[in-house]
């Protein structure tokens, strides 16, 4: 009870890792991928990281970098480090990689298709589980539906330099979604041409709602 998926600004916040082990290392990529400064606590000789602009400080340093942090993660397998840890973050938001539901702030499972950005979270019960519904998500989601949302996205703009009212813009959203020249070409990949369909068909629309 009480938890709820949000997405978060990261640009420029600072981000604490505490631990160099595999989750750390992956969340240390995933918040420098969303733009965040990312310190690791830890031994780590991950060059990568370090190529993506990562600081690797010793633990000795611990208390200072918590207090730089805006979320600290903690991914260790010491027990007694995760405890002290979680005892002097104060306010800040925590993620405990150990013990999610003893921190603050939850890093579900994540993936793109497209630019569709899909979080898989099973409370912790199961993260054999989350892979493997992910996997059936990625066979039911289509390329034909990655490109209707890019043709939509184009359809709304002009849509809105034309169209005041909300409930006419709904309108003509759903009429380019079930229009059958309009499934024809991206069931071809053909998104170019339509959105050049779409441009003329909203254009003669358009001009018979002037006259």
């Not at 750390?24 to 602009?53: C, E, M, P, Q, Y």
């Not at 600290?72 to 405890?83: K, R």
């Not at 519904?133 to 990655?146: A, C, D, G, P, T």
């Not at 991206?186 to 041409?193: H, Q, S």
């Amino acid at each position: 009870m009480g938890w709820t998926p949000l997405f978060l600004q990261m640009e420029n916040k600072n981000v604490l890792i505490v631990g160099s082990g595999e989750v750390g290392r992956r969340r240390a990529k995933r918040f420098i991928n969303a733009g965040a400064n990312v310190t690791i606590i830890g031994k780590t000789d991950d060059n990568d990281l370090k190529k993506l602009g990562a600081s690797i400080k010793s633990v000795a340093e611990i208390d200072k970098w918590i207090d730089w942090s805006d979320l600290v993660v903690v991914a260790t397998s010491n027990p007694d480090l995760n405890e002290y840890i979680s005892t002097v973050t104060d306010n800040k938001l925590i993620n405990r990689a150990d013990d999610p539901e003893s921190g603050n702030i939850i890093v579900p499972s994540s993936f793109f298709i497209g630019d569709v950005q899909i979080c898989i979270f099973t409370k912790g019960k199961s993260p054999l589980m989350a892979k493997q519904l992910r996997k059936k998500i990625q066979k039911v989601i289509s390329n034909h539906e990655i490109l209707q949302m890019e043709l939509q996205d184009f359809t709304r703009k002009i849509i809105k330099n034309q169209v005041n009212d909300q409930k006419k813009r709904k309108e003509y959203l759903y009429q380019i979604l079930d229009d059958k020249n309009v499934n024809d070409l991206l069931n071809d990949g053909k998104i170019e041409d339509a959105k050049l369909y779409v441009a003329n068909y909203l254009e003669k629309k358009f001009k018979t709602v002037e006259k």
